[in-house]
């Protein structure tokens, strides 16, 4: 199957090229970083965690996301789903690979890497979260590679492929609960230390991974011969629509629980967030961009005219990933960090270098979900009776 | 390890066990009831090092007259552990540091405080808890707690440089090496290593001159305002200061039960 990735049109081709010379250019930058140490970020003493933890934790939320299209169909036999199954599969694997790649560029000393496995530390949720994200970009390689081998074939998936299938469902769930759990178990971080973060993750998740997923399918039926399909867009705008509810609703019960209860350590992240600190505020207009394109993204979703619409649809699911966007990779890290354990507000500003290397992971991910895109609609183009394109 | 070399220990450990090792702890015994001993009075000594079931400081507080009183003391710490003196300030590293009473117990200061405390620097550094979240949260054990004395410790040659450990930590204690330290190291001390950037570091409670019968840099250098000893011990001249003082612990609530205590 891995040819049809090698067959492709100039538009393809040209697509791939403009990622790989991002990748190439953060390569370098990542090299200089490599070379010099993290002090080229933003990142400080106090605020030591930035932009990449950040894109990595939206990205586990997207991949999970992708269970969004695998659930249903496999569980609740929704045979709509059947159509894009591999579509949220490979979004899942291309999402993983960006998630692998930022804690990579996170490390300070990433030859040192496997001492994770060297050294294997039960205690500490980042070694579950390893397990889970290796152990569910495995799962959807396997599921999604050999589902599509078997209908290119015009077979049944083998047999011994259930078993796997049916553990990704809730592995997917695993893999944004043990990310929260990297944030909501640490005593004296007042903004993660709540129950409601991991359902939180999950519900900006089911959100933001589907809203992407959409755009993604019609981009799919204008450039390829592969119709995602109208009805299975319209299900996922739906998921979308209870998912960013979800996600506003959990984030008002974090406000109401902070600002009733009137607690200082509880007020002071979302204060900082959403209206300054000691004169500290450069959140500020991100946040709110963030909160009005989810509730724009709300109320488009909710009036059926507009849902159904496939235009305005596009707007608001892109509104929902990007006000998703703001609120967990970027907003989310710095309230956690600011104001620093002693009370003092040392705010936190990516830099060029940090944000090209970023920029490159989004871009290594984009180039595996182009070939792994192009190779899944060339099956179902060929499958359909197509001849896949030159 | 040569053949000869690990026979000697075999050789050496039954002769610990079997009591010929034993003449230094009586010679400790006999010595810890006279005064004026040089050293470390409360704290068993088997052979050079100081042994102590769980190793804390007490921080009188009222000692403390302004911060020329610590400075010394932070000197005394970064001198002797390498720490380097970097200009930006996002970069820099700490082991022992002073701040203000409200920031250094949030959620305990009062608008109508006693005057001394508005004014007089506090110094901070790793508590060396009893329950450390940045251990539970270390994904390869590079950092850990001794059991048989509790202080907190790194293996600088372990850390990954994830800096879960620094989320983690609710006291602020972790330094990150986000560039090479060496060049902005002033004087380099021979007798402890450097650190390489991208490796967290922190205070070790002079560990390292424990294990050769000193007390920490810091409480040498401290004028009496920092005092050092054993917390399982009941006679130990800490446990006799909590004894007679009031004393509070930053963050008690978070149930990390530091071993630092300040006497306010």
């Known amino acids: 199957m891995l040819e049809l990735a090698l067959k492709g049109s100039k538009k393809y081709w040209g697509l791939v090229g403009f990622l790989a010379a991002i990748v190439g250019v953060a390569a370098l930058t990542w090299l200089y970083q490599l070379q010099f140490g993290l002090g080229i970020t933003g990142m400080s003493r106090d605020v030591s965690w930035g932009f990449y933890i950040a894109q990595f934790t939206f990205l586990v939320g997207v991949a999970a996301g992708g269970v969004m299209v695998v659930l249903p169909y496999y569980l609740h036999d929704y045979k709509a789903f059947g159509r894009v199954t591999i579509l949220g599969e490979f979004l899942a694997v291309a999402a993983l690979v960006m998630c692998l790649l930022f804690i990579f560029v996170d490390l300070g000393q990433p030859m040192r890497m496997l001492n994770v496995l060297f050294y294997p530390t039960p205690n500490s949720v980042l070694f579950w979260d390893m397990i889970v994200l290796n152990g569910y970009l495995f799962l959807n390689i396997v599921v999604g590679w050999n589902v599509l081998e078997a209908e290119r074939s015009g077979a049944h998936y083998p047999k011994w492929l259930k078993p796997f299938i049916y553990i990704s469902i809730p592995w997917a769930v695993s893999i944004h609960t043990v990310t929260a759990f990297l944030y909501a ?74 600002f009733y209860s009137n607690i200082p350590g509880h007020m002071h992240p979302i204060t900082y967030l959403f209206a300054g600190l000691h004169g500290h505020g450069a959140y500020v207009p991100w946040m709110w961009t963030s909160i009005s ?17 496939e235009s305005v649809l596009a707007v608001a699911c892109a509104a929902v990933f990007f006000g998703a966007w ?22 936190y500003i990516p830099t060029p270098p940090e944000l090209m290397i970023s920029l490159g992971v989004w871009a290594a991910g984009f180039l595996v979900l182009t070939v792994l895109y192009k190779i899944a609609t060339s099956v179902k183009e060929e499958a359909e009776g197509y001849v896949s394109t030159p | ?92 590293i700490m082991w022992i540091w002073e701040d203000e009473y409200e920031h250094v117990f949030p959620g305990q200061e009062s608008p109508y405080m ?32 001794r059991e048989s004395d509790g202080i907190v410790m790194m293996d600088f040659h372990r850390c990954i440089g994830c800096r879960f450990c620094m989320a983690a930590c609710p006291f602020g204690a972790r330094s990150f090496n986000f560039r090479d330290p060496r060049p902005f190291i002033e004087e380099i001390n021979r007798e402890f290593p450097t650190r390489m950037k991208g490796v967290v570091e922190k205070c070790n409670f002079c560990a390292e001159r424990l294990a050769v019968g000193k007390m920490p840099a810091c409480v040498e250098a401290s004028n009496g305002i920092l005092t050092f000893g054993d917390l399982g011990d009941p ?12 004393t509070i612990r930053r963050k008690q609530e978070l149930g990390t039960e530091p071993s630092v205590y300040y006497i306010v």
């Open chain 2, 114 to 145: 006693v005057e001394r405390l508005h004014k007089t620097p506090l110094p901070v550094l790793c508590n060396h808890c009893e329950n450390p979240p940045c251990v539970r949260a270390c994904p390869t054990k590079a950092t850990f707690k």
């Open chain 1, 185 to 258: 178990g640490l005593p004296g971080r007042h903004f993660w230390l709540t129950a409601i973060l991991a359902p939180r993750f999950l519900a900006s998740a089911f959100a933001s991974g589907p809203a992407l997923l959409i755009l993604l399918c019609l981009i799919i039926r204008k450039f390829t011969k592969f119709d995602p399909g109208r009805e299975q867009i319209q299900s996922l705008a739906k998921i979308v629509t209870y998912a960013i509810i979800l996600n506003v609703f959990f984030f008002l019960c974090e406000v109401f629980t902070s």
């Open chain 2, 235 to 246: 006679e130990s001249e800490v446990r006799e200061l909590l004894r007679e003082h009031f």
């Open chain 1, 326 to 347: 703001i609120d967990k990779g970027m907003g989310m890290i710095s309230g956690g960090f600011v104001p620093n354990p002693l009370e003092h507000v040392n705010e």
């Open chain 2, 1 to 92: 390890m040569d053949s000869s070399r690990r026979t000697f220990l075999k050789i050496a450990g039954v002769a610990a066990v079997t009591g010929w090792g034993a003449r230094p702890v009586l010679d400790s015994f006999a010595s810890s009831g006279g005064h004026g001993e040089a050293v470390e009075p409360e704290a068993k000594k088997t052979g050079e090092a100081l042994i102590g079931k769980h190793w804390g400081m007490v921080v009188d507080t009222t000692q403390i007259e302004s911060i020329d009183d610590l400075e010394p003391i932070f000197e005394a710490c970064h001198k002797l552990h390498n720490v380097p003196v970097l200009k930006n300030k996002r970069h820099r």
């Open chain 1, 293 to 309: 394109l989810m509730i724009a993204g709300i109320v488009l979703l909710i009036i059926p005219a507009c849902r159904r619409n």
